[in-house]
Nanobody, 120 residues
Framework: HVQLVESGGGSVQAGGSLRLSCAAS????????MAWFRQAPGKEREGVAE???????TFADSVKGRFTISTDNAKNILTLQMNSLKPEDTAMYYC???????????????WGQGTQVTVS
């Protein structure tokens, strides 16, 4: 049974920083096919940062240069460091993981419950 649990959300003023964590059980982080998504009220869910099937990182244009994705494989934790936060970063943030099959990421099927980030 795979379980992803996010933490680290909260309220911060514009220009501040937050660090989100996602602890996994039943799933081993291998620096590929893992991602952070977010969803603001009234908007569609969007990908924020990802380790792709090669372990390379990709970021949404809106967060490039401000957000960093990383893993602590020993602790099985995925993190999202968010700096220079803006009000438009306000959203519920979700971590997600996918099964790797044939060297490719399957659709993300494991999701955390989300953690709220509010930037004022």
């Amino acid at each position: 049974h795979v379980q992803l649990v996010e933490s680290g959300g909260g309220s911060v003023q514009a220009g501040g920083s937050l660090r989100l964590s996602c602890a996994a059980s039943g799933y081993t982080y291998n620096r590929n096919c893992m991602a952070w998504f977010r969803q603001a009220p009234g908007k569609e869910r969007e990908g924020v940062a990802e380790f792709d099937n090669h372990g390379a990182t990709t970021f949404a244009d809106s967060v490039k240069g401000r957000f960093t994705i990383s893993t602590d494989n020993a602790k099985n934790i995925l993190t999202l460091q968010m700096n220079s936060l803006k009000p438009e970063d306000t959203a519920m943030y979700y971590c997600a993981a996918a099964i790797v099959s044939g060297g490719y990421c399957r659709p993300y099927s494991y999701w955390g419950q989300g953690t709220q980030v509010t930037v004022s």
